[in-house]
């Protein structure tokens, strides 16, 4: 166990009393439900480990954060440093974050993502405002209230971050929001879905992916995350969300990308480079058409018949769509024959035959590990998991494991192989899979769901271990033990 970790009921600060761990952040923090004991009201506690030196940067950012007062802002009432833990309390939302609203719902609708975008931007014009940057902008970070309200949780700023940073994050905001898919590269690692590329690495625009995305919306958002397009400032950037989402869904009304710096009144003007290609294509279009009529007028010389019917079908256009929406992940159908437990020594592997119970689409049906005497397994092994062989490789995008408590310790690996269904094997599995990382951090409210979107878009797998590290407190809290009742597989 972590020295310090914090349980249940555990008062910090003689003040904040901690009820539910929701679930760990992208950057390793616990993030817990709390009570204020003094004030009788709901809060989010987020530790981090240790505290001291490692801790200030968080521990500055959300004193920072606490001095900016703005209804698009998670509230921050406290910082503590107790050296070995340090901690940050900040206002409890009920709701859920915008990576969560996805991964249940899917891509959302243009004017409910301009909505969302519109008040990310709000409050990234607030934080601004005072010389600060905010530095964790993500689906993670914006948080949608049950009553509808939207916010911006946990700054984290480092000296890599800057304003345009914040900027270009809400550009992947939007592309998330319209596809269910991050743009790693322009706006910082993620452990959401990648986006989608084609062979050369370039971003695919919305509208390439789906249908109904309008084309305002999507320059917008590929303006954002292009590099080589200046970013606005942020409250030009929330006045044109603004804008945008007063259009709601008339968006042929809106008219030109018009950012307004400084006065109001001045339009931003789109990059050198976007301009001299649209001079360039008009230019083509007109060569196009001079030589068209002038073959037009050759022709109608050369015949006393007027036009021929080959002339009028000749070079007809073709209207077919070209751009071939991206297909939308699907959940493999897994069977019992295709998982196996994978004990290694010394591990007896009793429990072989309940790997199918985590694939029969029944959540009252588990694997159940053995109770040690501590989270690592008794410290005999370094864990036990459920190998996955998909009969093939394929391309994967996520996968979900479904279990009884929180605080399971958990990441996927993969192999080239299965080197046998025994002990032998079990061995060799757990010194040759290759981890390829941990989760996203994305539980359901009671914290027993954990997604895993680790996987490369460009690589194919067969064999994926889940892989079970350490081990929540059994029900009397003496012992350590987990059940699985359910994994999920994603991808095409």
């Known amino acids: 166990m972590t020295f310090g970790a914090p349980t249940a009921g555990e008062i910090l600060a003689e003040r904040y009393q901690l009820e539910v761990h929701v679930n760990d952040d992208s950057a390793g923090r616990q993030v817990w439900r709390g009570i204020d004991v003094v004030l009788r009201r709901p809060v989010a506690v987020v530790l981090r480990y240790p505290g001291g030196d490692s801790a200030t940067e968080m521990l500055q950012a959300a004193v920072d954060a606490s001095r900016v007062i703005h209804p698009n802002l998670v509230g921050v009432y406290d910082a503590i440093d107790e050296g070995a833990r340090a901690y940050v309390v900040r206002e409890w939302v009920d709701g859920e974050s915008l990576r969560e609203m996805v991964t249940e719902e899917g891509p959302l609708d243009p004017a409910r993502a301009t909505a969302i975008a519109h008040s990310i931007g709000d409050a990234l014009a607030a934080v601004h405002a005072t010389g600060m940057v905010h530095g964790n902008v993500h689906p993670g970070t914006a948080l949608i209230a049950d009553d509808g309200r939207v916010v911006l949780a946990d700054a984290r ?261 299965d080197p046998g269904n025994n002990s032998n094997g079990d061995k060799k599995v757990v010194e040759t899979f290759k981890r390829l990382g941990e989760a996203d951090a994305d539980w359901k409210s009671d914290g027993t769901k954990e997604v895993f979107s680790v996987f490369d878009a460009n690589t194919k797998y067969q064999y994926v271990l889940v892989f079970i590290t350490e081990l929540p407190r059994a029900d009397n809290g003496d012992r350590f033990q987990v059940s699985v009742s359910e994994i999920s597989v994603f991808g095409y």
Not at 174 to 190: D, K
Not at 217 to 237: E, G, I, Y
Not at 265 to 284: F, Q, Y
């Open 157 to 417: 700023a480092d000296s890599a971050d800057t304003t345009e940073t914040d900027i270009r994050a809400v550009g992947g905001l939007l592309y998330y929001a319209l596809t269910a898919r991050w743009p790693h590269t322009e706006v910082g690692q993620s452990a959401v879905p990648d986006a989608t590329r084609d062979a050369s690495g370039n971003l695919a625009a919305p509208r390439q992916i789906r249908a109904g995305v309008p084309a305002y919306l999507d320059d917008l958002t590929m303006d954002l995350l292009d590099k080589r397009v200046a970013a606005p400032d942020a409250d030009a950037l929330a006045a044109e969300m603004a804008r945008l989402d007063a259009a709601d869904d008339d968006y042929d009304d809106v008219g030109p990308l018009r950012f307004t710096q400084g006065n109001g009144t001045a339009e931003a003007p789109r990059s050198t480079s976007k301009i001299m290609l649209g001079v360039a294509a008009l230019l083509v279009i007109a060569v196009i058409g001079l030589i068209f009529g002038i073959r037009a007028i050759t022709s109608s010389s050369g015949s006393s018949g007027g036009p021929t019917q080959a002339g009028l079908g000749a070079d007809k256009p073709n209207t077919s769509d070209s751009q071939q929406a991206v297909p939308e992940p699907q959940k493999f159908k897994l069977t019992e024959d295709m998982v196996r437990i994978v004990d290694p020594p010394p591990g007896d592997r009793s429990d072989s035959d309940e790997a199918k119970l985590v694939v029969d689409d029944n959540g009252e049906t588990a694997w159940e590990t053995h109770r040690f005497n501590t989270a690592k397994f008794g410290n005999l092994k370094k864990g036990m998991g459920v190998l996955i062989n998909l009969g093939e490789p394929r391309n994967l995008s996520e996968i979900s494991v479904e279990t009884s408590s929180p605080g399971v310790g958990m990441d996927i690996r993969t192999g080239t192989s």
